[in-house]
C-alpha cells in the first residue's frame, strides 16, 4: 500500500511553501502538486492501484473548478474510500469552515498558510501518522 500525499491550489507558491513544509515535517512521499483542480481529478481517474491512500490538501477558492466541484467529483469516485481531504484556505468564514466539515471526506480545515503546528497536530489525527515518519525527536 502506497501513501500519496497531493497538495491542490492555484497560487504556485503556497504550493512551493506547502510541499516544504510537509516535506520538512516528515512526510512519507515528496508531494505531488496540482495547480488545478481538475488537473487533480484527472490524475485521480488515471489508473492507479487501488490500494494506494491519498492524503489531499485541497485549496477551496481557485477558478474554473473550486474546491467544492473538486470535493463533488469525488462523491461516489472508485478511490472514495482510499481518500482524505484537508481544506487549507484562507477564507476565515466560519460557514466555510462547518460546511467543509460536514463533508465525510474532509477531516480538517486549516488557514492559509500551513505551519508546522497544524502538521503536528495533522500528525496525531487518526490514520494520518501513516503519511508522515515518525519523528524520534517529538517533544
Sequence with gaps: MKHKILIVDDDDIALFLHSTLLIDCGAVC????????????????NPVSA??????????????????GFLEK????????NI?????TSSTENSEKKKA??????????????????LSDLQSIQNFESFFNKSDNAA
Excluded: C, R
Design 51 to 68: 490500494d494506494n491512500h491519498y492524503l489531499i490538501f485541497l485549496d477551496i477558492n481557485m477558478p474554473i473548478m473550486n474546491g467544492w
Design 30 to 45: 515528496e508531494p505531488q502538486t496540482f495547480n488545478s483542480a481538475s488537473a487533480a481529478i484527472s490524475y485521480l481517474e
Design 101 to 118: 466539515l460536514n463533508i465525510q471526506l474532509v477531516k480538517d480545515f486549516l488557514i492559509k498558510p500551513l505551519k508546522e503546528k497544524d
Design 84 to 88: 482524505q481531504v484537508v481544506m487549507v
Design 74 to 81: 469525488l462523491n461516489g469516485h472508485p478511490l472514495q474510500n
